[in-house]
């Protein structure tokens, strides 16, 4: 007799050898996953301090960054009590904890720390420092906010 397609165990054998390339990949897809959110909320906050500073700089007007690291959570505003201008963003749930050397608004004990980076009219901040952000795979990514210039840049 001829031979017209595949037999049972043919099609067996072909869905596990699957099955098995299958379980032996996926464990690598959430970790490409972590370091795309990884990568992309770093850029995020990146954009939105460069935001800051260009609002600064626009409006003749200081500006803050307001990091909430418990709460996983931005804010750009100009410096008044009730501000004219005031942005909110989330960052991905992907993302373990933020810490930062910048100035904190609330006490050393509060787990609800709040770290605040103020540009002033002409666009540089009035300190510096340092943002790191780690994923839930341990990961981390550096954001510095250089001094004189307020550059900001991700290091790996």
Same mark, same amino acid.
């Given at each position: /007799?001829?031979?017209?397609?595949?037999?049972?165990? %043919?099609?067996?054998? !072909?869905?596990?050898?699957?099955?098995?390339?299958?379980?032996?990949?996926?464990?690598?897809?959430?970790?490409?996953?972590?370091?795309?959110?990884?990568? /992309?909320?770093?850029? %995020?906050? !990146?954009?939105?301090?460069?935001?800051?500073?260009?609002?600064?700089?626009?409006?003749?007007?200081?500006?803050?960054?307001?990091?909430?690291?418990?709460?996983?959570?931005?804010?750009?505003?100009?410096?008044?009590?009730?501000?004219?201008?005031?942005?909110?963003? %989330?960052?991905?749930?992907?993302?373990?904890?933020?810490?930062?050397?910048?100035?904190?608004?609330?006490?050393?004990?509060?787990?609800?720390?709040?770290?605040?980076?103020?540009?002033?009219?002409?666009?540089?901040?009035?300190?510096?420092?340092? =943002?790191?952000?780690?994923?839930?795979?341990?990961?981390?990514?550096? =954001?510095?906010?250089? !001094?004189?210039?307020?550059? !900001?840049?991700?290091?790996?």
């Amino acid at each position: /007799m001829g031979s017209d397609g595949f037999t049972l165990i %043919e099609l067996i054998c !072909v869905l596990a050898i699957l099955g098995i390339i299958l379980a032996i990949a996926l464990p690598r897809t959430s970790f490409v996953l972590d370091n795309i959110i990884l990568d /992309m909320t770093a850029r %995020e906050i !990146v954009s939105q301090i460069k935001h800051t500073q260009q609002r600064a700089i626009d409006y003749k007007l200081v500006h803050y960054f307001d990091l909430d690291a418990k709460n996983k959570n931005y804010t750009v505003r100009d410096w008044y009590n009730k501000p004219l201008f005031s942005q909110k963003g %989330e960052l991905n749930s992907g993302i373990k904890s933020i810490t930062a050397n910048l100035p904190s608004l609330g006490s050393s004990g509060d787990k609800s720390r709040i770290y605040r980076l103020q540009y002033g009219i002409d666009g540089i901040p009035t300190q510096t420092g340092t =943002i790191t952000i780690t994923n839930k795979a341990g990961k981390q990514k550096k =954001i510095t906010i250089a !001094v004189g210039t307020g550059r !900001v840049k991700i290091i790996k």
